[in-house]
């Protein structure tokens, strides 16, 4: 253990990688930066840190997600320059996307976290494609893959990039601010295993800039709406079903339900974490009704891997202890193959 934290906190993006990434940006070039479907703080942070750095230094930078972020986060600095192709009616997602001379992906690691958006960029064929994230098992079709699982987040790693090719006096507060929302959010308010000595020097380098923590502190945790308040009252006492000797926890959401509850985007963020702060508790699993799926987002302890358990049985994938999928089958159903899901995951001596 000790050896293993050791690593992380010297942890340092290759050089070579470095040095590639500066070759490629010597040169003013057309940018976008895209992230992930239902993106968080640190999909919409890294990627507005990273957009105001190349555009301050000549580039044209335009940031893409699928869709719209959760409303809460709309006080981060320059959200209104992004573009969701969702809501996109006059085609500029896609002309940005033509147009582009290099695509930063920001935050995910394989196309199918971009829905629909995926078959567009392969469309523009003789863009430089690269990566910059933090998830395990990242696809291989980039030209240059800056992927660091053991990083606790994006925006951490946005942060080195900028330190390394600008120096750390290129971060302007601005900047500081979207990056610092990412490595709180990422990190559960600083408090998972993923946090180095590191993390807290660039919280140090960011804090310089002036940015006021215990402002950003409420707007993410502290500006939410009655209903979801409300909603999380309603599915902890009534919906959260406890079984395997107490181990694992799951609750569930249909559309009926959120309605009740006025649900807005991003309203259920987090209430996953809440089982997990039962003492015998190993596993929590949410599942959210959507149109055309259900979302599922899985939570473990110390070495539970649900990274793993999420690509066997929910066609997804994330970190270990923290990760999520889709189910295309009733209610009912998921529930009951997620329950089949665990024992057999148990059998096999995974929890
Ligand atoms: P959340 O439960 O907060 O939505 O997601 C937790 C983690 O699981 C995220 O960091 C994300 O990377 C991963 N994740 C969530 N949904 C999916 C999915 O549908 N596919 C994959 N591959 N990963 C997902
Ligand atoms: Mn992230």
Known sequence: MHNFRLNI???QIANNKIEELRTLLQTPKNIVILSHTNPDGDAIGSSLAWAEILKSKGHIATCVVPNKYPYYLDFMPNTSSMLFYKDDTEGRVKSALKSADIIFCLDFHTMTRLDGLGDIIDENQHAKRVLIDHHLDPNDDFDLMISYPEASSTCYLVALLIEALYGTEAITKSMAENIF???MTDTGNFAFSTITADVFRIVSVL??????????HNHVYNSFSEGRARLFGYVINRKMKIFHNGTVAYMSLTSDELKRFWFQQGDSEGFVNYPLTIKKMKIS?????HTDHIRVSLRSRGNIDVNVFAQRYFNGGGHKNAAGGKSFMSMEETLKHFEASIKEYSREGNI
């Open 181 to 183: 929302v990412g490595m």
């Open 207 to 216: 804090a310089a800039t002036g940015i006021e923590i215990p402002t950003i």
């Open 9 to 11: 906190v010297f942890m």
């Open 285 to 289: 699993a949410m599942f959210t009704e």
